[in-house]
Every structure is written in structure tokens, then in C-alpha cells.
């Protein structure tokens, strides 16, 4: 499994972080998600452009889309590279990055992390919002009441579809047929999109389900 890395991608609410957790009882592998590189790499360039121009940041989820449209906008492949650099120092680990999401992200990684395999993950916009009400996480910043939090839960999901084109991403990762799968999560258990999940990885990576 030397430099192999398996590649979610989907936008927010399409069940990512129940996968990874299904997948934790599977495999062993170095974990790379989408909101520690934004963290460590993007958000304090960002922050610094804007304290050197005069502008006020706030550390919230719309400052973090604009962060990573900023990082795209200075001839980054969005994280793409990233998580590049990530495979480089994981000491031959599986690799497991949640997530990558835009078009320029998935050309880069299926162009230069040639043994990347890719799992896309998609639902309706409507089954995203509930799913992003129904998390109460932090991180997602809703607040107030039910109307006020369906407001801005479908903020997020509309703001997101603007920093990334994931109907082109799925169309992209279509021509890869055996690199690459996609689930729509709507009407699925996280029990059926785990075991998806795995028989495509294990076949992929040549690991008999019983002797794993």
C-alpha cells in the first residue's frame, strides 16, 4: 500500500465523516482532512493578506470558503498540492484525504498521485441542509432558531456550490472508471456506503476480504 492514497471528495453533507469512522474498523492509514490543511497552510496567508490590505477577518465558515477561493486565485491548484506534500512525509502509509472538491484539485491529484484512488460522494442539496441542521457541530456556526439556522445552513450549501463546480468534478472522475466511484448517499444507510466503499478500495488495492 506504499504511496497509495484513497481520495474522498463531496461537498458538505454527503456523509464523509461517517465514512471515514467506517473506515477506521478497516484500515490503517494517516488521515488528511481538508480542515486541518485550511488551518495550518491557507488561513494564516489569507489572514496576513488581509491584515496587510486593512481588511477585518473573522474566523468563521464563509471567512474559510473565502480563504481557500483566495488560495485557488493565487495559481494554486486549490489543496491539491497540499496533500501532495502530505503523501510525500507519511512514511509510505495509506493515505485517506477528506476531502478534495474542485475540478483544478481532482486534475492535479489524478496527474501527479498517479495510484490515487478517488470515492466521490454526492446528495441533494435539500438532503445536505437537513443533514448539516441535524449535526449541531461548532464548526458549522448555526445559531438561532429553526428558520434562522435552515437559512444558514442553506448559506453554506449555496456558498459552497460557488467555490466549487462538483458537478464538473463528478464528471471528471467519471472518465476514470476503474480509479474511481461515486455514491449518491440520498437513500443509503452509512452501513451500505461503507461496504460500496470497501469492496471497490479492496479490489483496488488487491486485498482479499478475508484474509484482511
Known amino acids: 500500500m ?9 461537498g458538505t453533507g454527503v456523509g464523509k465523516s461517517t465514512l471515514v469512522e467506517g473506515l477506521r474498523e478497516s484500515f490503517d ?28 477577518f473573522k474566523r468563521d465558515r464563509e471567512h474559510r ?7 485557488k486565485n493565487q495559481g494554486n491548484p486549490g489543496l491539491a498540492k497540499l496533500v501532495e506534500r502530505e503523501l510525500s512525509i507519511n512514511n509510505g502509509n495509506l493515505l485517506l484525504v477528506d476531502n478534495l472538491r474542485g475540478p483544478l484539485e481532482i486534475k492535479y491529484t489524478i ?26 457541530s461548532d464548526y458549522d456556526g448555526l445559531k438561532g432558531n429553526q ?31 476503474s480509479r474511481a466511484i461515486y455514491i449518491d448517499t440520498k437513500d443509503k444507510y452509512p ?7 470497501l469492496d471497490f478500495v479492496l479490489h483496488r488495492l488487491g486485498v482479499n476480504d478475508e484474509t484482511r
Open 65 to 71: 470558503f473565502d480563504s481557500t477561493a483566495w488560495y
Open 147 to 177: 428558520r434562522e439556522r435552515y437559512l444558514e445552513a442553506k448559506a453554506v450549501i449555496e456558498k459552497e456550490s460557488k467555490n466549487y463546480n462538483l458537478a464538473e468534478t463528478f464528471e471528471m472522475l467519471r472518465f476514470l472508471k
Open 191 to 197: 452501513e451500505e456506503c461503507l461496504r460500496i466503499t
Open 111 to 136: 496527474d501527479n498521485i498517479p495510484d490515487s484512488l478517488f470515492v466521490a460522494l454526492d446528495a441533494p442539496d435539500e438532503v445536505r441542509i437537513k443533514r448539516l441542521l441535524g449535526r449541531n
Open 29 to 56: 492509514f494517516y488521515l488528511v482532512d481538508r480542515r486541518s490543511l485550511v488551518d495550518k497552510y491557507v488561513l494564516p496567508a489569507y489572514e496576513q493578506y488581509l491584515k496587510d490590505n486593512g481588511i477585518e
Open 2 to 10: 506504499n504511496d497509495q492514497s484513497i481520495i474522498l471528495v463531496g
